[in-house]
């Protein structure tokens, strides 16, 4: 409670009462002045809560004021953000009533396979980076010439091999070579299938196990690997640039030889480049050895891991 004097006066101006109390929630006319005084100066009072209330009500309405403006800048900011994230760039494809260039680009590229009556190429301008790239879970082959679609490929050097004439005091040895290249598999084995030399009844021993050349014993094995005995011979595989290519642990060791038909010989783990293998080829023969022809057939079977 505020308590103040207040006088009322009747329609003629005489004084009713004074010293009562006034209500906060009231609002009244008061006059204010001396206690002799019959007139003076009416003016409007508001009590202070009412005052209070007023004020929070304009605060508030400030802070709001302010929390829209915040609001409003925020949408005004994501507007922009979606007109930005949504405008993009497009070019007609190049085209005439006869001819269309589908996906074309300014930059890097190449042709996979480009042919003539005479002649087959293969191309490729500003790429970056060519060839494969690895890890031991992953690996990409890149450049301008890549395609996805798999592939492996074989050859043999020479279809015939000639050991000439065997001799019970020097070993006999001569060299094949094969290559294999596969791509977007996952590797591949080699197989050797076969005899070994043979004339009519008499059948040279083959090495079952790995071993060294021992000259005057019936001896025929292979390995794929460069050698220094019994003479210089042979050579390590070549796996080029991009080649993942290996030996077979049973083929792999210099100067010992071996022959099982069946046996995987070479493989790749993975997907790989060009390599080319030489096959080394030993034999050995006791004095007492027929003579004639001896021949030997020998299949290479290739086949690729998926």
């Known amino acids: 409670m505020l308590s103040v004097t207040r006088r009322y006066y009747n329609a003629k101006g005489y004084y009713l009462q004074q010293n009562s109390s006034l209500a906060q929630s009231e609002r009244q006319r008061v006059v204010f002045g001396g ?23 304009i605060l508030d309405n400030k802070v709001m004021l302010k929390r829209l403006v915040g609001y409003f800048g925020a949408l005004v900011v ?6 930005l994230s949504s405008s993009y760039v497009s070019a007609e494809e190049p085209q005439s009533p006869n001819y269309k260039f589908s996906e074309s680009t300014l930059g890097a590229g190449g042709l996979i396979q480009s042919s003539s009556a005479n002649f087959q190429g293969r191309e490729t301008v500003g790429d970056v980076a060519v060839g494969n790239a ?38 006999t040895v001569t060299t094949s070579t094969f290559t294999v290249l596969n791509y977007t598999s996952h590797g ?30 019936s001896q025929f094995g292979i390995n794929l690997v460069a050698n220094t005995s019994p003479v210089s011979v042979g ?39 060009l390599t080319t293998y030489t096959i080394t080829y030993l034999v050995n023969v006791p004095a007492l050895t027929p003579g004639g022809k001896y021949t030997s057939d020998q299949t290479l079977i290739v086949t690729g891991t998926y």
């Open 35 to 57: 206690a002799n005084r019959t007139t003076g100066p009416a003016i409007e009072y508001t009590p202070p809560r009412v005052l209070i209330a007023k004020l929070s009500a």
């Open 78 to 83: 994501l507007a922009v953000s979606v007109a």
């Open 134 to 171: 690895n890890s031991s879970n992953y690996q990409i082959n890149a450049g301008g010439t890549t395609t996805h679609d798999p592939s492996l490929s074989f050859s043999v050097g020479s279809g015939s091999i000639n050991f000439g004439n065997f001799s019970a005091t020097n070993p």
């Open 188 to 217: 591949y084995v080699v197989q050797m299938f076969g005899t070994p030399p043979t004339n009519g009844s008499t059948t040279i021993d083959p090495m079952t196990t790995a071993g060294p050349s021992t000259v005057g014993v």
């Open 235 to 273: 050579s390590n595989l070549n796996n080029g640039q991009f080649g993942f290519g290996q030996v077979a642990p049973n083929y792999s060791t210099p100067n010992q030889y071996r022959y099982v038909s069946g046996d995987t010989i070479a493989l790749a783990p993975k997907s790989s480049g």
